[in-house]
């Protein structure tokens, strides 16, 4: 424990305000506000001694070992006065930032800047309670080097990435576009789902559906499986890439056929050929990760990482979960005591499990918490306790994370799945049914399930008691066609999970990622799903055509089991520096992009096949600097905001390019002024234009109303759209205009502000 006055330094305001309450007042606790210092964001921030290195741009000294060049951002001034100020009133400093890689970079920056001449100390702790506080200043440890050093060559790769790739985007696709190590990488996987989509060829195939009674009038549906012993396919049988059945002896049914089968069984007798009852047993999902618990509150609330995060940072900082950056699925030993108390209250002996559950994390590095994420202290608070003390999203986090930890310490759910066969007319029909013998787990928390109890009862599907040769009376039969879909978009929790499992980037980055994608109009959302915009599928051609291994997913996953290597000391950051800038057996980033500026095509890498026009001429897409457009020999469109790349089909391109030519002939002209009045559709969708320009500098354009159709446009509705806005009277009080106005929502009327 400190002796004399000790300055405690955490990185927010909300760490600090919690820390304060447990320690008493020879303890000074002040917060660093987050990173202290970084690398300049541009030559303009560089210090004057080096801006003329023809490294200066990149702030980092690739000729001298990579040396990072650091600064003080100007925001961060005011905080470090006030932290050396105090620094000069302690007997010892304790460094309590976060203890992952970020923590202790924040840390060591602290120390290099505060140059402090009394004792310091780093205090790691999992979470903000009394006991924990304690227990780190009993045992405080030194600054992990081998920890900043992985943050710092972190730092450095992606700033190296960042700033040399980037440039050669905005010269060759458009500016404003950025690169980066695994922001491009999410993009591709993005894209690549997209690809999968547009190349889709739906199958469409029928089958039959019978209701079935036992003799007690007991009902159950079944379906056809096959006929004749011929199978029937479902949708896995048919060929993503062409429609087609793969396996040609399955028994592949249209309408009519599917009708006369019908009839033909119709009237036969039914038995029961087959009962398979089989037990089975579920395990309970381990605690909460970063990664798991951003995917279940994106399925569950429909928070963003983004948000989830936010929440469980401000769940951290006021003491009520343990630190929620973390890869481990590990319990302390507390927690797990305080978890089979809890179970054994709440729901009885027969709920707990012989022995306590242990979970093996499979993220080999050791350098992120070492603890799931789990609600913080030696109770467990329940959820109801803390109802008036969160807000409305944080109750819900802290409930799910509560109920998953309690649940990830139950017995197994236990219950038996039945299949029964039927047979009617050559036909056989099957249906499968499951019983819930004892729910274990499941009484606590069913994933992707805000009601247990409710979930139970819709999960269970109970079936006749039936045996081999039983009759069955068919009630009804009836055809059923199906359509095979194409595979589904990414959500934010479907994209998490396909980083993790390559091994893509840290858990704890994926949120600022997808941030970025969507700011940078990589990417844009509908219904939850990541849609990728074309200007995503022109970077992804440059990159995979020219800068193959900056997306190749193996690549970019070894590049994070080296960083990973830094981290436990096993590997020397300079010599993994220098293999990705200069090359070490194969051309690093200097030699990959030293030819690429005059070597790659704008126009190649911005266009992109959408098909085979009717007179044997490629219809492309092609990214132009004011947006996407299709072009098919002479004719050009504007393709409209919000339109996936796969609604593009080859009919909904040539309707775009029959309209956009329809638009080069005019309405009539405006009796006003003479000129010619259009109708035109662009990427902001359809709208009326009042002159060319040839004539004018910039023709007047008026949207079209909500609702309206280029079609039902003619001169006398275009003029009344050009007219707005207009006034339509005074205001009797202020005597301001009135006007009528048209605006991206729709009419309104605007007097004043």
């Known amino acids: 424990m400190a002796k004399g006055k000790s300055l405690v330094i955490v990185e927010s305001p909300a760490k600090a305000r919690t820390i304060s309450k447990f320690l008493g007042n020879d303890y000074t606790i002040e917060a660093s506000i987050g990173h202290v210092r970084d690398l300049p964001k541009g030559t303009k921030e560089v210090p004057e001694k080096y801006k003329k290195e023809p490294w200066a741009h990149l702030g980092v000294n690739v000729d001298s070992n990579f040396e990072p060049i650091y600064i003080v951002p100007s925001d961060k001034s005011k905080q470090m006065k006030k932290l050396k100020d105090l620094l000069k009133e302690a007997d010892q400093l304790y460094l309590a930032t976060d203890e992952d890689r970020e923590g202790e970079a924040i840390s060591w920056h ?138 040609e002896s399955l028994l592949l049914l249209n309408e009519t056929e599917a009708q006369n089968l019908l009839q033909r069984i119709r009237s036969g007798d039914a038995k029961v050929v087959n009962v398979e009852d089989k037990p089975y047993t579920n395990r309970p999902y381990p605690p909460f990760t970063t990664s798991t618990l951003q995917q279940e509150a994106n399925r569950k609330f429909g928070f963003t990482a983004r948000t989830t995060m936010r929440i469980a940072q401000s769940l951290y900082e006021n003491g009520y979960i343990t630190y929620m950056r973390t890869d481990s699925t590990n319990l302390s030993s507390i927690a797990v005591t305080a978890a089979r108390s809890l179970i054994n209250n709440l729901y009885g002996p027969n709920y707990l499990p012989e022995k306590p559950r242990l979970y093996q994390t499979k993220v080999k ?212 520096l220098r293999a990705f800038y200069f090359g070490n057996g194969h051309d690093g980033l200097k030699q990959q992009l030293e030819s690429k500026v005059d070597e790659i095509d704008a126009r190649d890498v911005s266009q992109i096949k959408l098909a085979e026009g009717p007179d044997g001429n490629d219809i492309l897409v092609r990214v132009g600097r004011f947006g996407p457009y299709i072009e098919h020999n002479e004719r050009r469109a504007s393709i409209p905001d919000g339109l996936a790349p796969d609604e593009l089909s080859i009919e909904k391109a040539l309707e775009l390019l029959d309209k956009a030519e329809k638009g080069e002939e005019p309405l009539g002209v405006c009796p006003d002024t003479g000129k010619p009045i259009f109708v035109k559709v662009g990427r902001f969708g359809p709208y009326v234009q009042r002159g060319t320009a040839e004539d004018d500098e910039t023709p007047q354009n008026a949207s079209l109303l909500k609702g309206m159709s280029p079609e039902e446009v003619d001169l006398e509705t275009a003029l009344r759209l050009l007219a707005l806005p207009r006034v339509v009277g005074v205001h009797p009080e202020t005597d301001e205009p009135i006007e009528a106005c048209n605006g991206r929502y729709g009419p309104y009327i605007k007097c004043g502000a």
């Open 110 to 247: 602290l120390f290099e800047l505060l140059r402090p001449k009394v004792p310091v100390y780093r205090l790691v702790f999992h979470e903000i309670t009394q006991p924990a506080i304690l227990e780190a200043l009993e045992h405080p440890r030194q600054i992990d080097i081998s920890l900043v050093k992985a943050q710092e060559t972190r730092r450095i790769i992606d700033r190296l990435y960042g700033y040399e790739v980037s440039p050669l985007l905005w010269r060759k696709v458009r500016p404003k576009l950025s690169a980066g190590r695994v922001q491009s990488v999410a993009v591709r996987l993005i894209v690549e789902r997209e690809r999968e989509r547009m190349a889709f060829h739906s199958a469409t195939y029928w089958d039959l559906i019978g209701l079935f009674a036992t003799e007690k009038d007991e009902r159950f549906e079944a379906e056809l499986v096959s006929v004749d012993g011929r199978k029937v396919p479902s949708g896995k049988d048919f060929d993503p890439a062409t429609g087609r059945i793969k396996d």
């Open 365 to 576: 590095n050791a350098q992120e918490a070492h603890e799931a994420i789990r609600p913080a202290g030696q109770n467990l608070e329940k959820p109801e306790f803390l109802q008036g003390k969160l807000t409305s999203d944080e109750f819900k986090l802290y409930d799910m994370i509560w109920k998953r930890t309690i649940a990830s310490q139950m017995e197994n759910s236990r219950g038996h799945r039945v299949t029964i066969s039927v047979e009617v007319g050559g036909a056989i029909f099957q249906v499968t049914g499951k019983t819930i013998d004892f729910p274990g787990f499941l009484r606590a928390y069913v994933e992707g399930s805000d009601d247990p109890q409710a979930d139970l009862a819709d999960r269970e599907t109970v079936l006749p008691s039936l045996t081999v040769g039983d009759p069955l009376s068919c009630v009804n039969l009836e055809s059923k066609s199906h359509t095979t879909q194409p595979p589904n978009r990414y959500s934010e929790a479907a994209l998490t999970r396909m980083l993790e499992e390559k091994g893509i980037g840290r858990p704890s980055t994926y949120a600022s990622i997808i941030e970025t994608i969507l700011t940078r109009n990589y990417v844009f959302k509908r219904k939850g799903a990541l849609i990728p915009t074309w200007v995503a599928f022109a970077v992804c051609q440059l990159l995979e055509m020219h800068l193959t291994d900056l997306v190749d997913y193996a690549f970019t996953a070894q590049l994070e089991d080296e960083l990973d290597a830094i981290s436990r000391g096993e590997m020397e950051h300079v010599d993994y």
